[in-house]
């Protein structure tokens, strides 16, 4: 059984820091934020959906100390991701001291818990990664599949809500994104179900989760996701994916006119204003 008493290691800096320290911090402080908001405990045996790079992984192991263990599941290949890839990053993690505690999965949720035997795991983590999902449904077959297999279920994405002004760009611009993923066949963006906290919540509870404790954070402002998510629906690269993958007139108008938005957001901002908006995190039973 876990340890009932949070674990300082948390706050100790990241394998990670030694690769691109500048935007790494603010990335582990949000998680340490995160973990210490579930009340993960030391010892815990945890499944964590959607690891990619192993950024929550990375703090996760920190957190449940070399008693714990982390089954990390994501089924991105290898090579996705920037500037390191998913392969690169954990490899660099499986390498350092808390490698041991970490046993990376490429594969789907749902196919790793068919051999999971019941109460398993005493918590499963969704750090950022429910908006990954390629629909509602498959999000609903997972938290299906994970009922019974862990004792909680810990959830943090972004809120569609900015209680800073500087803010709003980054709603615009996931809205914007998740409008255009919508019409393609296959996206490999972060953004391809941009579900708000309520729709998460209804979902949960049909898969059989109570809600036990929810909170709205906003983000330091070095936590620059906002910005990154922004300037790729800024940038012309977006107007060329419309021009490519949107056959109706209308629904390139519509997509056109949210980039202007977000464009029209950003310069009354000034780039530098732009920050990331509110991230829902919440725990289920």
């Given at each position: 059984?876990?340890?009932?008493?949070?674990?300082?290691?948390?706050?100790?800096?990241?394998?990670?820091?030694?690769?691109?320290?500048?935007?790494?911090?603010?990335?582990?402080?949000?998680?340490?934020?995160?973990?210490?908001?579930?009340?993960?405990?030391?010892?815990?045996?945890?499944?964590?959906?959607?690891?990619?790079?192993?950024?929550?992984?990375?703090?996760l192991?920190?957190?449940?100390?070399?008693?714990?263990?982390?089954?990390?599941?994501d089924?991105?290949?290898?090579?996705y991701?920037s500037?390191?890839?998913?392969?690169?990053?954990?490899?660099?993690?499986?390498?350092?001291?808390?490698?041991?505690?970490?046993t990376?999965?490429?594969?789907?949720?749902?196919e790793?818990?068919?051999?999971?035997?019941?109460?398993?795991?005493?918590v499963?983590v969704?750090?950022?990664?429910?908006?990954?999902?390629?629909?509602p449904?498959?999000?609903?077959?997972?938290?299906?599949?994970?009922?019974?297999?862990?004792?909680?279920?810990?959830?943090?994405?972004?809120?569609?809500?900015?209680?800073?002004?500087?803010?709003?760009?980054?709603?615009?611009a996931?809205?914007a994104?998740?409008?255009?993923?919508?019409?393609?066949?296959?996206?490999?963006?972060?953004?391809?179900?941009a579900?708000?906290?309520?729709?998460?919540?209804?979902?949960?509870?049909?898969?059989?989760?109570?809600?036990?404790?929810?909170?709205?954070?906003?983000p330091?402002?070095?936590?620059?996701?906002?910005?990154?998510?922004?300037?790729?629906?800024v940038?012309?690269?977006?107007?060329?994916?419309?021009?490519?993958?949107?056959?109706?007139?209308?629904?390139?108008?519509?997509?056109?006119?949210?980039?202007?938005?977000?464009?029209?957001?950003?310069?009354?901002?000034?780039?530098?204003?732009?920050?990331?908006m509110?991230?829902?995190?919440?725990?289920?039973?």
């Amino acid at each position: 059984m876990p340890d009932p008493t949070p674990n300082p290691a948390v706050t100790l800096q990241s394998q990670h820091d030694i690769v691109k320290p500048s935007t790494q911090q603010p990335q582990n402080n949000h998680r340490t934020n995160l973990l210490n908001i579930w009340s993960i405990s030391s010892n815990s045996k945890i499944i964590e959906i959607g690891c990619g790079q192993g950024d929550c992984t990375d703090v996760l192991a920190r957190t449940i100390g070399p008693a714990g263990h982390i089954d990390a599941i994501d089924p991105a290949p290898l090579n996705y991701g920037s500037p390191e890839t998913l392969g690169e990053a954990q490899a660099r993690l499986s390498q350092s001291h808390i490698g041991p505690r970490i046993t990376w999965h490429q594969t789907t949720p749902v196919e790793f818990l068919t051999s999971v035997e019941e109460g398993v795991y005493d918590v499963a983590v969704f750090c950022h990664s429910i908006w990954y999902f390629t629909s509602p449904a498959v999000i609903l077959d997972t938290l299906c599949a994970l009922k019974g297999k862990a004792g909680k279920l810990c959830i943090a994405e972004y809120a569609l809500s900015a209680t800073e002004a500087g803010a709003v760009p980054h709603v615009l611009a996931a809205l914007a994104r998740a409008s255009l993923e919508a019409y393609k066949i296959v996206s490999e963006e972060n953004i391809r179900t941009a579900l708000a906290p309520d729709a998460i919540r209804r979902i949960a509870k049909e898969a059989g989760w109570k809600l036990v404790g929810e909170k709205r954070i906003v983000p330091e402002e070095g936590l620059e996701d906002g910005k990154w998510e922004t300037g790729t629906v800024v940038n012309r690269s977006f107007l060329e994916e419309v021009e490519k993958d949107i056959k109706e007139e209308k629904v390139k108008v519509v997509l056109t006119s949210m980039r202007e938005a977000v464009r029209e957001a950003v310069d009354a901002l000034g780039e530098k204003g732009v920050r990331t908006m509110d991230v829902w995190v919440a725990t289920f039973e």
